[in-house]
């Protein structure tokens, strides 16, 4: 049976800039990955297909989604959902809380991936956390829809913000992601209505996968890399051997 991860997506872009790599690295690795949009970015993050003339709401949504599916096919991204939950703000009732739940439950993640914990610039991106930590509880607790098989307790991975020193993220994870990079830069290519942050996303790439050479050994016997992604942990990870 394969091994799968889930991704978290506030809006239908983030999974791209945010841990494309992480993605196709481990749908390399033969995991299952599935990608969750709540939103799709239409109001706040679309503002290059607003710009066009006679541009309607349903088509930035539709323009959103193909992007999104094209870079999901990319990254080999094994189902990609989308919520339609809206945008600026953000925001999730109940019935989309559990139907969170499901797809959780449903999928059995080896590991989750969403946003940082703060973000005074985005609060659509700090809210999607909230709310997968909230979702990730509520699929642990047996006494939700009894009979189910519950969740175990996957690490909830927050992936790299736009400006982590205002965002209060500190990574202790670096992922090589050399061998996946011209994937993630497929996919990032994929997302026309953001094309001013593709290079910016290059380049944090790029310097991460400098990081990545320093803290595995750096000048003396560092596994080089080209690119890496970095992620802060939310829980202890248990191990055997330091």
Known sequence: MAKTALVISAHSADFVWRCGGAIALHADKGYEVTVICLSFGERGESAKLWKQPDMTLEKVKAARRVEAENAAKALGVHDIQFFDLGDYPLEVDREAKFRLVDVIRKVQPEFMLS????????????????????????????????????????????????????????????????????????????????????????????????????????????????????????????????
């Open 115 to 242: 946003h940082s914990r703060w973000d005074p610039y985005n609060t659509d991106h700090m809210y999607a956390t909230k709310i997968a930590i909230e979702a990730r509880m509520i699929a642990q607790a047996w006494g939700h829809n009894p009979g189910e098989k519950i969740l175990g307790a996957p690490q909830l991975y927050l992936f790299e913000p736009h400006q982590t020193e205002q965002m209060e993220w500190k990574p202790d994870v670096f992922l090589d992601i050399s061998p996946v990079w011209e994937k993630k830069w497929a996919a990032i290519q994929c997302m026309e209505g953001q094309e001013h942050l593709w290079h910016y996303y290059k380049n944090v790439a790029e310097n991460r996968g400098n990081h990545f050479m320093r803290n595995s050994g750096g000048q003396s016997g560092g596994r080089k890399a080209t690119h890496a992604e970095g992620f802060q942990s939310v829980f202890p990870r248990t191990v055997d051997e330091l």
